[in-house]
């Protein structure tokens, strides 16, 4: 089977996030298999996906594994996924996808970005944890929970320097939340063309710093449209590679805007 490797939340090569993509002729393998694959591949996440039959709630079935674990839910390889479909012709126009976080949709616009429509994430204050900000090596001002379907720890800090600055002890962030945690900050110099500033660190899920990371953003839209005072958003995640992400909330269900660029093409022989 065909096997691309697509570049999430950016409009050129060897920036965003990377993602592989696997389109399968029927069901799902078995999980042994589609973790092996993720495994070999060893981007953040690999994305699998099948057709469905017509006339249901959901055009696709889609999944998303890490190279240790399967997860709840995955922005940017579901933007690969959807890239995927539209450039080699497998499906037009918007497409649902059925997955463990519910039906979510990518809607294709014409200048070429895909918008994804998620569930926003519920946000719940929280206490810092003791031990954070030494893992973290900044002090949060405000925590929060981010609910089931992301399963992080939300950490604010004073500034984007800050942010920048972060050399955590990965290992020692795992014990915080299910999956990692997610540290921003509100842009210094919003004329630079985003709003606010984050990075995510996973260990959980074998991934010490995800590049972009558009589940994220189902958490951080809500908490930046409440700061700033408007629904719609830029994020700049600030890792090696970087990417932007556009947000719009829109109640219980955020809009996550980005483009997306196939790096490689090939077959998988397993």
Not at 119 to 132: H, N, Q, R, S
Not at 233 to 246: D, F, M, P
Not at 247 to 260: H, S
Request: contains cysteine.
């Amino acid at each position: 089977m065909r096997m691309r490797i697509v570049d999430a939340f950016t409009d050129r090569p060897f920036a965003g996030n990377p993602a592989g993509v696997l389109l399968l002729d029927d069901v799902f393998p078995d999980d042994d298999w589609l973790q092996n694959v993720a495994m070999e591949i060893n981007h953040a996440e690999t994305a699998f996906a099948h057709r469905l039959p017509e006339g249901g709630e959901a055009d696709w079935a889609l999944r998303w594994f890490t190279p240790v674990a399967e997860v709840a839910m995955c922005g940017h390889a579901t933007l690969a996924t959807a890239h995927v479909l539209h450039t080699t012709g497998a499906h037009a126009g918007r497409v649902r996808f059925a997955t463990r976080s519910g039906v979510l949709i990518a809607m294709p616009a014409a200048d070429g970005s895909i918008t994804l429509d998620f569930p926003t994430a519920p946000l719940t204050p929280a206490e810092v944890p003791a031990g954070v900000a030494e893992a973290l090596g900044a002090q949060p001002v405000a925590a929060f929970d981010t609910g089931p379907n992301i399963g992080d720890l939300l950490v604010e800090l004073a500034d984007e320097k800050t942010v920048l600055g972060l050399a955590p002890d990965h290992k020692s962030l795992g014990a915080y939340s299910a999956r990692g945690i997610i540290a921003t900050a509100r842009a210094d110099d919003a004329s630079r063309g985003y709003d606010f500033v984050s990075r995510c660190f996973f260990p959980n899920v074998g991934i010490d710093e995800d590049p972009v990371t558009g589940s994220a953003h189902t958490a951080l839209a809500p908490h930046w449209s409440a700061r700033l005072g408007r629904n719609d958003l830029t994020g700049l995640q600030a890792s090696r590679r970087t990417g932007l992400v556009r947000t719009g909330l829109r109640g219980d269900r955020t809009l996550l805007t980005g483009r997306a660029v196939t790096v490689i093409e090939g077959d998988l022989h397993a």
